[in-house]
Protein backbone atom coordinates (compact mmCIF):
# COMPACT_ATOMS: atom_id res chain seq x y z
CA UNK A 1 0.00 0.00 0.00
CA UNK A 2 1.23 3.31 -0.57
CA UNK A 3 -0.49 5.25 1.40
CA UNK A 4 -3.25 5.57 3.87
CA UNK A 5 -6.23 8.47 4.73
CA UNK A 6 -8.46 7.86 7.06
CA UNK A 7 -10.87 11.20 8.29
CA UNK A 8 -13.40 11.02 10.74
CA UNK A 9 -14.75 14.37 9.22
CA UNK A 10 -13.81 16.66 6.41
CA UNK A 11 -13.01 19.88 7.62
CA UNK A 12 -14.59 23.02 5.68
CA UNK A 13 -12.79 26.38 7.14
CA UNK A 14 -14.15 29.52 5.25
CA UNK A 15 -11.58 32.84 4.32
CA UNK A 16 -12.83 36.17 2.99
CA UNK A 17 -10.46 38.79 2.20
CA UNK A 18 -11.75 42.10 1.77
CA UNK A 19 -10.27 45.95 1.41
CA UNK A 20 -12.10 48.82 2.94
CA UNK A 21 -11.52 52.25 1.31
CA UNK A 22 -11.41 53.66 5.19
CA UNK A 23 -8.81 54.04 8.32
CA UNK A 24 -7.93 50.74 10.38
CA UNK A 25 -9.70 52.23 13.65
CA UNK A 26 -13.01 53.43 11.78
CA UNK A 27 -13.10 50.00 10.28
CA UNK A 28 -12.70 47.81 13.48
CA UNK A 29 -15.14 50.63 15.53
CA UNK A 30 -17.77 49.07 13.01
CA UNK A 31 -17.27 45.49 14.18
CA UNK A 32 -17.36 46.24 17.95
CA UNK A 33 -19.86 49.37 18.12
CA UNK A 34 -23.63 47.72 18.46
CA UNK A 35 -25.25 51.17 16.80
CA UNK A 36 -22.95 50.59 13.90
CA UNK A 37 -23.35 47.06 14.01
CA UNK A 38 -27.07 46.51 13.47
CA UNK A 39 -26.66 49.11 10.00
CA UNK A 40 -24.59 46.64 8.25
CA UNK A 41 -24.93 43.34 9.70
CA UNK A 42 -27.49 40.53 8.29
CA UNK A 43 -26.96 38.90 5.16
CA UNK A 44 -29.27 39.74 1.89
CA UNK A 45 -32.92 39.24 2.47
CA UNK A 46 -32.09 40.16 6.62
CA UNK A 47 -32.56 42.80 8.79
CA UNK A 48 -30.77 42.80 12.13
CA UNK A 49 -33.28 44.11 14.43
CA UNK A 50 -31.21 43.99 17.78
CA UNK A 51 -27.56 43.83 18.35
CA UNK A 52 -25.65 43.78 21.65
CA UNK A 53 -21.88 43.41 21.99
CA UNK A 54 -20.18 43.09 25.48
CA UNK A 55 -16.14 43.49 23.60
CA UNK A 56 -14.04 41.57 25.57
CA UNK A 57 -12.52 38.45 26.16
CA UNK A 58 -14.91 36.64 27.81
CA UNK A 59 -17.80 39.33 26.78
CA UNK A 60 -20.87 38.04 25.25
CA UNK A 61 -22.55 39.59 22.01
CA UNK A 62 -25.98 38.49 20.59
CA UNK A 63 -28.26 39.66 17.77
CA UNK A 64 -31.53 38.69 16.03
CA UNK A 65 -31.60 39.04 12.46
CA UNK A 66 -35.40 39.11 10.62
CA UNK A 67 -36.28 37.81 7.37
CA UNK A 68 -37.66 40.62 5.03
CA UNK A 69 -39.29 37.52 3.34
CA UNK A 70 -41.36 35.95 6.30
CA UNK A 71 -40.72 37.80 9.12
CA UNK A 72 -39.13 34.86 10.82
CA UNK A 73 -36.53 35.88 13.14
CA UNK A 74 -32.95 33.62 13.82
CA UNK A 75 -31.21 35.00 17.24
CA UNK A 76 -27.24 34.35 17.32
CA UNK A 77 -24.35 34.71 19.59
CA UNK A 78 -21.30 33.89 20.87
CA UNK A 79 -18.64 34.82 23.11
CA UNK A 80 -15.63 36.93 22.53
CA UNK A 81 -12.39 35.32 22.86
CA UNK A 82 -9.79 37.75 22.02
CA UNK A 83 -9.77 41.49 21.50
CA UNK A 84 -6.84 43.48 20.04
CA UNK A 85 -7.86 47.14 19.77
CA UNK A 86 -7.69 47.84 15.78
CA UNK A 87 -5.71 44.46 14.94
CA UNK A 88 -7.78 41.22 16.22
CA UNK A 89 -11.20 39.70 17.23
CA UNK A 90 -11.90 36.69 17.99
CA UNK A 91 -15.67 34.94 19.24
CA UNK A 92 -17.42 32.44 18.63
CA UNK A 93 -21.02 32.14 16.76
CA UNK A 94 -23.85 30.01 16.79
CA UNK A 95 -27.75 30.05 16.27
CA UNK A 96 -29.31 29.63 19.23
CA UNK A 97 -31.51 26.67 17.92
CA UNK A 98 -30.93 23.62 19.82
CA UNK A 99 -27.99 21.44 18.42
CA UNK A 100 -26.74 24.43 16.47
CA UNK A 101 -23.10 23.89 15.08
CA UNK A 102 -20.47 26.36 16.67
CA UNK A 103 -17.85 28.11 14.84
CA UNK A 104 -14.76 30.38 16.16
CA UNK A 105 -14.21 33.57 13.88
CA UNK A 106 -11.09 34.96 13.44
CA UNK A 107 -10.75 39.14 12.27
CA UNK A 108 -7.61 40.37 11.47
CA UNK A 109 -7.48 44.09 10.41
CA UNK A 110 -4.03 45.71 8.59
CA UNK A 111 -3.11 48.99 7.48
CA UNK A 112 -2.93 49.33 3.46
CA UNK A 113 -2.13 53.38 3.17
CA UNK A 114 -5.49 54.99 4.37
CA UNK A 115 -7.75 51.78 3.73
CA UNK A 116 -7.67 48.73 5.58
CA UNK A 117 -7.31 44.87 4.63
CA UNK A 118 -9.45 42.58 6.54
CA UNK A 119 -9.41 39.16 6.71
CA UNK A 120 -12.07 36.88 8.21
CA UNK A 121 -12.14 33.01 8.81
CA UNK A 122 -14.41 30.77 10.24
CA UNK A 123 -14.72 27.48 10.92
CA UNK A 124 -14.98 24.66 11.19
CA UNK A 125 -18.22 24.56 9.09
CA UNK A 126 -20.16 20.96 8.19
CA UNK A 127 -19.95 21.43 4.17
CA UNK A 128 -18.84 22.64 1.17
CA UNK A 129 -22.80 24.17 0.74
CA UNK A 130 -22.30 25.35 4.64
CA UNK A 131 -19.22 27.60 3.27
CA UNK A 132 -20.45 28.78 0.44
CA UNK A 133 -23.97 30.39 1.96
CA UNK A 134 -21.66 31.72 5.12
CA UNK A 135 -19.32 33.08 2.37
CA UNK A 136 -22.73 34.35 0.35
CA UNK A 137 -24.16 36.20 3.81
CA UNK A 138 -20.86 38.11 4.94
CA UNK A 139 -20.02 39.22 1.47
CA UNK A 140 -23.30 40.77 1.24
CA UNK A 141 -22.87 42.27 5.09
CA UNK A 142 -19.53 43.36 3.76
CA UNK A 143 -21.07 45.15 0.96
CA UNK A 144 -23.14 47.14 3.15
CA UNK A 145 -20.47 47.48 5.28
CA UNK A 146 -18.55 49.50 2.98
CA UNK A 147 -20.96 51.59 2.15
CA UNK A 148 -21.64 52.45 5.59
CA UNK A 149 -18.44 53.30 5.17
CA UNK A 150 -17.94 55.84 2.77
CA UNK A 151 -16.75 53.48 -0.28
CA UNK A 152 -16.27 50.17 -2.00
Known amino acids: MDHCVTTDRISHLLTITRVFAAPRARVFEAFIDARQMI ?3 GPGGYTMTH ?3 DV ?3 GIWRGCMRSNDDG ?3 WHGGIYREVVPGERLVFTFAFEAEGAPHTLVTITFEDRGAKTLMRLSQGVLETSDEVDRYRRGWE ?3 D ?3 RLLGGN
Open 39 to 41: QWL
Open 51 to 53: VEA
Open 56 to 58: RPG
Open 72 to 74: REL
Open 140 to 142: TEF
Open 144 to 146: RLA
